[in-house]
């Protein structure tokens, strides 16, 4: 039950820390694209990068998603709106891919493993970010790893740096309540931990909360 220590501690100091400003899909409208488009704008960049992106697209496209309208704009003006948030090209291609493959209803009512596999044949859409969304929107009780998470928990002794996503993520979970909203919690306040203090250059490991149980896999 080492995860479940490791998780019941960080909510608990970190959950009422968090600021939802520096959790890009926690501001986004909730709108099934637009998590799962801030998701996308997300990966590899900053909060901020990306909640900028975020908001030039709101500006032109409106909310709720307006379809069409994104589909009308093309790779080019649509890599262009969203250039701050890097990868803009690669993004927008994907951006352009969802909308054309999933309809608003599959998004809300597929049933999660079937939408899983769906958003998962998308170019561009990987398990962390078919994660997210299933978790946040959906309320799903899945836990996605992402990069800080898995720095945690791999210094922490639970799952290696190149484990395959499925197989840490199916043994991070069977150790943890499957409860939609204790997982968001977890997942929240281990990014955050990885952020603040289990940072990736210099760890704060004389300051950190789980230092007493942590294998300290530097
Ligand atoms: S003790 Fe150090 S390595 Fe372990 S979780 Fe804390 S900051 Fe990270």
């Not at 890009?24 to 998590?35: E, G, N, Q, S, V």
């Not at 590899?44 to 409106?62: K, Q």
């Not at 493993?113 to 969304?133: C, H, M, N, Q, S």
Request: glycine content about 4%; hydrophobic content about 40%.
């Amino acid at each position: 039950m080492r995860v479940r220590y490791l998780c019941d501690r960080v909510i608990e100091y970190y959950w009422s820390r968090i600021n939802p400003q520096n959790f890009t899909a926690l501001t986004a409208p909730r709108d099934p694209y637009y998590i799962l488009i801030a998701t996308i704008l997300s990966q590899n960049t900053s909060d901020v990068n990306s909640s900028r992106a975020l908001a030039r697209l709101i500006e032109v496209v409106g909310v709720p998603v307006d379809v069409g309208k994104i589909l009308e704009l093309g790779v080019e003006r649509l890599a262009e709106l969203i250039r701050v948030s890097g990868l803009h090209y690669a993004k927008a291609r994907t951006i352009l891919q969802l909308l054309r493959s999933l309809s608003r209803e599959e998004l809300e009512y597929d049933e999660p493993e079937l939408l899983r596999t769906k958003l998962l044949k998308i170019p561009g859409i990987g398990y962390k970010t078919a994660d997210v969304f299933l978790l946040m929107y959906r309320n799903h009780p899945i836990f996605p790893i992402d990069t800080h998470i898995r720095r945690v928990l791999h210094r922490y002794g639970t799952v290696d740096l190149r484990e395959n996503y499925e197989r840490a993520r199916r043994r991070v979970e069977e150790e943890l309540p499957r409860e939609a909203n204790y997982l968001l919690k977890a997942h929240l306040s281990l990014i955050q931990h990885g952020r603040s203090t289990c940072k990736a250059r210099k760890p704060l490991c004389n300051t950190c909360i789980v230092n007493p149980e942590c294998l300290k896999r530097l």
